[in-house]
């Protein structure tokens, strides 16, 4: 069974930095969709961003776009997002999830991610 698990999320001040790591085990990674997302208290879910990690470049939502990265580490079987330059409305708890049945062409652009970590809360105060 493919079970993921979010960790690195905190409180930090604007302007500040964190790393989110989402460890996967059960299932390799590697040339499959991962994406990471957040939901804020009264806010639908939405997508932060996504990655192919068999090739193709990352996509971002615009808000942090500029900011976050999004990468994944083969050996490690993980899949990080570096937030840069938080902003309060970052504040959020954030989620990862693998998708396995998309290709790199429609990573991102379907809702196939069946996979979920518990999610890691990031807050971010002025």
């Known amino acids: 069974q493919v079970q993921l698990v979010e960790s690195g999320g905190g409180s930090v001040q604007v302007g500040g930095s964190l790393r989110l790591s989402c460890r996967v085990s059960?299932?390799?990674?590697?040339?499959?969709?991962v994406g990471w997302f957040r939901q804020a208290p009264g806010k639908e879910r939405e997508v932060v961003a996504v990655?192919?990690?068999?090739?193709?470049?990352?996509s971002y939502t615009d808000s942090v776009k500029g900011r976050f990265t999004i990468s994944h580490d083969t050996s490690e079987n993980t899949v990080y997002l570096q937030m840069n330059d938080l902003k309060p409305e970052d504040t959020a708890m954030y989620y990862c999830?693998?998708?396995?049945?998309?290709?790199?062409?429609?990573?991102?652009?379907?809702?196939?991610?069946?996979?979920w970590g518990q999610g890691t809360q990031v807050t971010v105060s002025s």
């Open positions: 999830a693998v998708d396995r049945l998309s290709t790199r062409y429609s990573c991102g652009s379907t809702n196939a991610f069946a996979y």
């Open positions: 059960g299932y390799t990674a590697d040339r499959n969709c």
């Open positions: 990655l192919f990690t068999g090739g193709g470049s990352p």
